[in-house]
């Protein structure tokens, strides 16, 4: 009986395993990887927090261009997670957008469907369904390792990794 278990428990594993990797190198999924090391800001106070970087070479298909370029970063304020979805399209303005009830997981890496972005809300609306972006937030200073923007309840949020 034991033997079975182990057979059955091996084969489901094999199973997920084989479908990550197929799905991954399609570019159905891309991987997010934590940095801890990122100092967050939020009005001049330091705060907890975290970034999400797009592991190198989980883009590299056609149909990943909405997130071939993005950073998470995940803001402890006040008890309560913020993750802000900033996206870099033209690599040189990023759009930092606030993800409102979608929270990035503490995972050392995660993964995306790159069809239905965690980030982004679909509005139904009886058969028709439409894409609701995040809330985009102000830009005040990005370089090559920082940004800082406002949020649109007026705070000011500054990141350096």
């Excluded at 570019?27 to 106070?45: E, N, S, Y």
């Excluded at 609306?125 to 923007?149: D, N, R, Y």
Aim: with cysteine; glycine share 4%; charged share 20%.
């Amino acid at each position: 009986m034991k033997k079975w278990i182990v057979i059955a428990i091996s084969l489901v594993l094999a199973v997920v395993c084989v479908d990550l990797c197929v799905t991954t190198l399609s570019g159905t999924l891309v991987w997010f990887v934590m940095q801890r090391h990122v100092r967050i800001t939020v009005d001049g106070a330091p705060t907890d927090g975290y970034s999400d970087h797009l592991l190198r070479g989980s883009s590299d298909r056609e149909h990943t261009h909405r997130i071939a370029s993005v950073q998470l970063i995940t803001v402890r304020h006040l008890n309560k997670r913020e993750t802000f979805w900033i996206e870099n399209a033209d690599e040189s303005t990023p759009i930092p957008q606030y993800c409102s009830a979608w929270v990035a997981p503490a995972t050392p890496i995660f993964q995306v469907n790159v069809y239905n972005p965690p980030c982004f809300d679909v509005v139904r609306e009886g058969e028709k369904a439409e894409e609701k972006p995040p809330t985009k937030c102000t830009l005040v200073f990005s370089g090559k390792e920082q940004i800082e923007f406002i949020t649109q309840d007026g705070r000011k949020i500054r990141a350096v990794w």
